[in-house]
């Protein structure tokens, strides 16, 4: 068993529970994406032992964070929104030069590549312009709403590992968020096993799309999936840091450095994850 692939997959956990970033993203910030998407798609082959070992652990570690950090990640997000989201911007930032290092984009990207680029940027970055309401959670449940319920999984889970675009804010835009993150804290057993459907469903197909490109277009793919990934910053862009007319210097330099700080923790994080990861 990849047993540090527990850890790998509480961060792509914790992820997956803040609408905005991506769990993909997160893996590619990892640097396993390549492996990820390999062993989602031979799960059902005859090497499906040599992919359990890689995906156990993992699954175990994305569990263990949605389940624990469900509540702590949505605290966050309520008191530390700016904070919060600057944590993950320098995250992604941060990776984005062992991404280009690894894909060796200066070797390889031709202009139809950088095209593909700006591509994948635009289709992420336009999700920054979708304006979510998202209603209180349900509490009655049909079998309409079973239903819905797991198309919401399906439809979540397929941009899960799409770097860049959130499966959360996919559950935002449908307007189940409220009501799966309520199933997880209450521990509604038969939505988190509807959703869990979906969400299993979704996962094998979509990898399976995923894989024929990276086997069939390994460069164009790369250069999409950096797209996105650069695409993510806009997404989760929190906005410019202002500062209050009239406040002293002190409560100038604490606004700064309350902002700043955080930002700075993501890029150092993701310099560390890189030199271990992308060795």
Do not use: C
Not at 9 to 17: H, I, R
Not at 215 to 240: C, D, N, Q, R
Request: charged share 10%.
């Amino acid at each position: 068993m990849e047993w540090r692939n527990i850890y790998r997959g509480m961060l792509m956990g914790a992820s997956d529970v803040v609408p905005g970033v991506s769990g993909g993203t997160i893996a590619v910030v990892l640097g396993i994406y390549d492996r990820l998407i390999e062993a989602i798609n031979g799960f059902f082959s005859k090497d499906y032992k040599k992919h359990l070992m890689f995906l156990v652990p993992l699954g175990i570690g994305v569990l263990t964070a949605i389940f624990l950090l469900a509540g702590l990640i949505e605290w966050l997000f309520e008191h530390y929104p700016k904070q919060t989201q600057l944590v993950f911007l320098g995250l992604i930032i941060g990776v984005l030069p062992f991404l280009f290092k690894k894909s060796e984009a200066k070797r390889t990207f031709k202009t139809n590549h950088f095209l593909l680029v700006v591509i994948g940027m635009v289709v992420v970055g336009s999700m920054a312009f979708f304006q979510t309401g998202e209603p209180a959670p349900v509490t009655a449940f049909s079998p309409t709403t079973y239903l819905w319920l797991f198309g919401s999984g399906f439809i979540a889970s397929s941009a899960m590992i799409l770097p860049g675009i959130s499966g959360s804010f996919l559950l935002y835009v449908i307007g189940s968020y409220t009501t799966i993150i309520s199933a997880i804290k209450n521990l509604d057993i038969i939505v988190i096993a509807t959703v869990g459907a979906g969400i299993l469903l979704g996962i094998l197909l979509m990898s399976k799309i995923i894989h024929y490109f990276l086997e069939a277009f390994p460069i164009a793919t790369y250069a999409v999936v950096i797209g996105m990934v650069i695409g993510s910053v806009f997404v989760i862009f929190p906005g410019l840091i202002t500062i209050e007319s009239g406040s002293t210097m002190i409560s100038m330099i604490m606004t700064l450095a309350v902002n700043i700080i955080p930002f700075i923790a993501g890029l150092l994080f993701a310099y560390l994850l890189g030199k271990i990861e992308y060795r």
